[in-house]
């Protein structure tokens, strides 16, 4: 090799282990990760993949545990945990020609149990879901082309078949507040941006849509807060932020500096916002809506991206200490605890 290769292949090197070591966190590999979600008492994250598993990822050792698997066909997209961390819910894609259905998981044996609901016209597998503090569990599901499906709650005694409670659009997102009171929800596939939430305590079903009501955009995401009092619903236009009275007051980024998850920290007055086009995922201080710093997860979200399941995904943990975020080639985790004191200082916006 000469020696001219040999320098540039030195300063490639040196440059891909600077990058490395500049990410903020740790990675968690895993190529084929759909959805991710935290448990306290056991020190792991799960996390749901494409290819039928939930990988269990202990956090103190940095390593795998054997994942569970629930189906060997399985297709797997969103996850939960209950409160409680005493049950998995994750929601399988495939399906039947009659039902459809979630699998609910012992963490300690592995066990899954099937819940199936009875399949709509036209109806696919299903798509994501929330536990509520109460144990109940809420649904949606996906359409064979372009329409309405159903919303469902499985009530914490699991009858055999489900509840069927609203009509949202194929593709709606759930988003469960710090409280499991509120079950936020933001419509796919509908230009006017409907979205809204269910108050779990009374049943009450919050409905905004039409363009005046609605984001007026297409959403593909959607967070919210401790309480369920802020709402922040992303779009290709930006994150727009959305008060207790249902009033829009902010917009996180737009169509160039496009924030592609949301979450909120339920421990502090924190979200944070992971930006197309960079590596970056902006904090933002919810009391005044400042942008007080930035992480680096050491992977650029590109545009092709954008989704729901997509590089961008972001959650925090029940107990506000993790970040996570779905990157290119697995999960970034961030300690939360280790770092929001002394946030990175805000970069200077770029100019269009």
Known sequence: ???????????????????????????????????????????????????????????????????????????????????????????????????????????????ATKLKAKKDWYEGGMFTLAYAYNGDLYTTSLFEGSGWVRMRKFSAARSRYSTWIAQVRLGTMLAASSDRKTIAFAEASTSDGAWGLVDVPTGQIVRREGYEDGTSAFNFEIA?????????ILTGFGASIYDAEYQHFKTIGDAWDMPLGAAFQPSQSRAYFPILSTSKVWIFDTTNWAQIGMFDVGYAFGILDRGSFGPGRTRVSANGRYLMVRVGDGVRLIDLSAGLATPKPVATARRH
């Open 224 to 232: 919210t807060d401790a309480l369920g009092t802020t709402f922040a």
């Open 1 to 111: 090799m000469s020696r001219c290769l040999h320098g540039l292949l030195l300063l490639i090197l040196s440059l891909a282990s600077f990058a490395a070591s500049a990410a903020d966190g740790v990675l968690i590999p895993a190529p084929n990760a759909v959805d991710m979600v935290h448990d306290a008492k056991r020190g792991l994250v799960y996390i749901s993949t494409s290819d039928g598993k939930i990988l269990r990822y202990k956090i103190s050792t940095a390593s795998f545990l054997t994942p569970f698997v629930p189906s060997p066909t399985a297709n797997l997209a969103g996850i939960d945990l209950t409160p409680a961390n005493s049950r998995i819910a994750v929601a399988d894609r495939d399906s039947s020609d009659t039902e459809l259905w979630v699998f609910e998981i012992n963490p300690d044996t592995g066990k």
